[in-house]
């Protein structure tokens, strides 16, 4: 069985700030791990995933996630916020089967 | 290019009242599924097929149903709708191939139980 912990529900930053969105995972397998975004009154998009390989993992519009095992943990990073990632972000993790089990989220709030 | 798309968009209905969410993938997966999203909850798995006549159940699954008679098509239905069934409904879908189980979403259904 899989589960995802984010940690902080509501995070706020100031614009060009460093965004940390912390993700910790448990997983039975080794996990294929996710990160989506999700815009006011919009559907779930990628931006990122781990599958095997380099544990550093770039995505788009930025933001970067590295997977270490040894802490169970998949958090996410941009260097620099800006206004337009104002957005909710959840983590997901992959098991043996073709499931996903999501996190409860992180509201992200770019401050100007 | 392909997509998935879900209707309606927003659907406000009654107690008691069947009620059935449409969703539409072109990209000729064979997996697909349904998760409500609630504050606080993040997103929780009702059902999901892995093909045409399969269907599983998941973690909240009662009170809706599912059925797979094409690639394209996975509804799901509220058999007697309730007041705690009012959440943001999302469809999604992914590739068999693979382990890498990358899901692709629909753009939600808001579903108002009055």
């Known amino acids: 069985a899989q589960s995802v912990t984010q940690l902080g529900s509501h995070v706020s930053v100031s614009e060009g700030a460093l965004v940390l969105l912390r993700c910790n995972y448990s997983s039975s397998v080794p996990p294929y791990l996710f990160w989506y975004v999700q815009y006011p009154n919009q559907g779930l998009q990628l931006l990122l995933k781990y599958t095997t390989g380099a544990t550093l993992v770039k995505g788009i519009n930025g933001f970067e996630a590295e997977f270490k095992k040894s802490e169970t943990s998949f958090h996410l990073t941009k260097p620099s916020a800006h206004m337009s990632d104002a957005a909710e972000y959840f983590c997901a993790v992959s098991g043996s089967a073709r499931q996903l089990t999501f996190g409860s989220g992180t509201q992200l709030t770019v401050l100007p | 290019d392909a997509e998935i798309t879900q209707s309606p968009r927003h659907k406000i209905t009654e107690t008691g009242r069947q009620v059935t969410l449409a969703c539409h993938q072109t990209?000729?997966?064979?997996?697909m599924f349904w998760y409500r999203q609630d504050l606080g909850h993040g997103l929780r798995l009702i059902h999901y097929?892995?093909?045409?006549?399969?269907?599983n159940k998941g973690e909240v699954s009662d009170g809706y149903s599912v059925s797979r008679s094409n690639t394209e098509d996975l509804p799901l239905t509220l058999e007697s709708a309730a007041s705690s069934q009012t959440s943001v409904y999302f469809c999604?879908?992914?590739?068999?191939?693979?382990?890498?189980?990358?899901?692709?979403f629909g753009p939600g259904t808001r579903l108002t139980v009055l």
């Open positions: 990209w000729n997966h064979n997996n």
């Open positions: 999604a879908s992914s590739e068999t191939s693979g382990r890498v189980r990358e899901q692709f």
């Open positions: 097929s892995y093909g045409v006549q399969d269907t």
